[in-house]
């Protein structure tokens, strides 16, 4: 189903992110390279596989609808959120980003991730959850 998918996608991102920040900090433009198309790839998986889930979700194709809509925006906004988060924290050093600053974001994007692998879990991977048996 979608949430094992979600998971494994989370997953998959929080390596992808580890490796990209081990390439920041030791200036490995390959590996880096490797990686982020990596975190780049599994960013559309999480995608569909989210949108596979919201319709298992909300029965009601009204509410699924609704949500996808809301789901769309959210996604949208965060293709700003990370593009931001590069620009906030590179205002320190006169505009140019620092690599202490892209291993800094990536971090973040981690725990984002992380955060979202355990929300994940918790509501539709973790027995005894009230959607853990509608094998979303």
């Known amino acids: 189903g979608g949430a094992r998918v979600t998971l494994w996608n989370f997953a998959a991102m929080a390596a992808g992110t580890i490796v990209v920040i081990i390439a920041v900090d030791a200036g490995r433009w390959p590996l880096f390279l490797g990686a982020f ?11 569909g596989s989210t949108f596979r889930m919201i319709p298992m979700i909300f029965r009601n194709r009204t509410e699924a ?8 925006a959210v996604g949208a906004f965060g ?7 590069f620009g906030v924290l590179g205002l320190v050093n006169d505009g140019r980003v620092p690599t202490s600053a892209i291993a ?5 994007f981690l ?3 992380v ?5 994940t879990w918790w509501n539709y991977g973790r027995r005894g959850s009230e959607l853990a048996g509608a094998d979303i």
């Not at 198309?37 to 995608?47: E, H, K, M």
């Open 111 to 113: 725990g984002f991730y």
């Open 79 to 85: 293709g700003f959120a990370i593009v931001a988060t």
């Open 65 to 72: 609808a609704a949500v996808i809509g809301l789901s769309s």
């Open 115 to 119: 955060s979202c692998a355990l929300l």
């Open 104 to 108: 800094t974001a990536f971090v973040i």
């Open 37 to 47: 198309l990596l975190v780049f790839a599994t960013t559309g998986l999480g995608n």
